[in-house]
């Protein structure tokens, strides 16, 4: 399909906004190396007890699956074949390539010897391959890799521009390479996450009775991988409806809506199969007697199946501002439904409790504001966003 080709945003690297998220990492950059000097004891609420926290529910559990916006685009553009699509696949494959390089800097500031995580890959005879975390470690890292290869025609075709004029054969050449080998790495970005977005399941599923019944299943990893497509969808809404706006893009507002529909029919299957597997389990009691659990549910229920609703209704036709409250509130549920899983409805026992530290929280605030700052400094300088200037498109 003929679709307008990429370009750099351009104008000015830094802003006084920029600015301030980059003070806001430098903070956190600061208490990363505290953390490394003194250890998780000194700085961190984790104990024997919630061995996880804040880092891995938010930075890694959470991340990864706001980070599926290429995956799920993947899915509709390769798979499914829907080519009106592609316009947003470069800007989703930047939002997961950051969004996974993230998840795996909270991994090594989260673990207790982060200078052995190299062995994991290649110590294979060493492998306990009945291992959830094994599956999930190795396939964040390996499609964190995948992704950066899969976004690097947009650097090579910038690259190919330059004035040095073996600079620019040599990415002309890499650029041939990849047009022909793509297709294996885009195979591996579909089947990487399906794996791992559906073994995080598989990790918290082991708790056992630790994990509240109302949301321990044997259906955990399927529940994990739908809700992740629908978050990746609602995070490629959000991010292109914030570009056109911030960089003053012409919005896809067709386009937008029509995949609005897509989120709408996955969420609401997600709402049903989930209360369905409750109700065949015979745990429908619990639905109403759990005390601040219940709410929590009916809470996580109510931001999937409303926003769901709101897309739904408007037939592929909804208007942008609705579009960009259905998914905010659809991100709002999944990563409640991933902090819940991990955090609120796990119970290791008497005795333990867990709140986060304020260097927790400042360390993922400051990986949130790198993330922004390495994609607004990414889409200014190489050709991520497609479509013309808004101006530009009243024009025509």
């Known amino acids: 399909m003929n679709h307008a080709k990429p370009t750099p945003v351009g104008g000015p690297l830094m802003t006084p906004r920029l600015n301030w998220l980059l003070v806001i990492f430098i903070i956190a950059l600061a208490l990363i190396a505290w953390r490394f000097a003194v250890g998780l004891g000194a700085v961190t609420s984790l104990s024997d007890g919630y061995p996880w926290g804040l880092w891995i529910a ?21 798979i499914f074949n829907k080519g009106k699509y592609h316009p947003v696949v470069r800007p989703a494959l930047l939002t997961s390539a950051l969004g996974y390089t993230i998840a795996a800097l909270g991994i090594v500031i989260d673990v207790g010897r982060p200078w052995l995580i190299w ?12 291992s959830a975390l094994l599956e999930v470690a190795l396939c964040v890292m390996s499609y964190m890799i995948v992704l950066w290869i899969e976004l690097s ?29 793509l297709i294996w790495f885009i195979a591996l970005g579909i089947v990487l996450p399906t794996m791992h977005q559906s ?74 199969f989930r209360l369905g597997d409750i109700v065949v389990q015979g745990k429908a009691g619990l639905l109403f007697s759990s005390g601040l659990l219940s709410v929590m549910f009916w809470l996580e229920t109510a931001l999937f199946l409303v926003p769901a609703l709101m897309l739904a209704a408007g037939r592929g036709k909804a208007s942008a501002g609705c579009m960009f409250r259905a998914s905010f509130m659809l991100i709002l549920a999944g990563t409640l439904y991933r902090f819940d899983a991990y955090l609120v409805a796990f119970n290791p026992g008497p005795g333990w409790t867990y709140f986060p530290s304020i260097p927790e929280i400042v360390i993922t605030l400051g990986l949130v ?18 479509g013309t200037s808004a101006v530009a498109a009243e024009r025509q």
């Open 119 to 130: 062995r994991n890959p290649i110590s294979v005879g060493k492998w306990n391959l009945d």
């Open 153 to 181: 025609p947009a650097f090579l075709e910038r690259w190919s521009e330059s004035s040095s004029q073996g600079w620019a054969n040599l990415a002309r050449g890499f650029g041939r390479f990849m047009d022909k080998a």
């Open 199 to 272: 073994s995080l399941g598989s990790v918290i599923m082991l708790a056992g009775p630790r994990l509240h019944a109302l949301w321990h299943t044997a259906w955990l990893p399927f529940l994990f991988l739908v809700s992740c497509l629908g978050m990746g969808y609602a995070v490629v809404v959000m991010e292109s409806t914030l570009s056109s706006r911030a960089f003053g893009r012409a919005r896809e507002d067709k386009m937008l809506a029509s995949l609005s529909g897509v989120i709408a029919a996955v969420m609401i299957f997600f709402v049903l």
């Open 369 to 386: 504001a790198v993330e922004i700052l390495a994609f607004v400094l990414l889409v200014k300088h190489f050709p991520i966003l497609g």
């Open 58 to 78: 938010f930075d890694v559990v959470s991340g990864t699956a706001l980070a599926c916006g290429g995956y799920a685009m993947a899915l509709l553009v390769y």
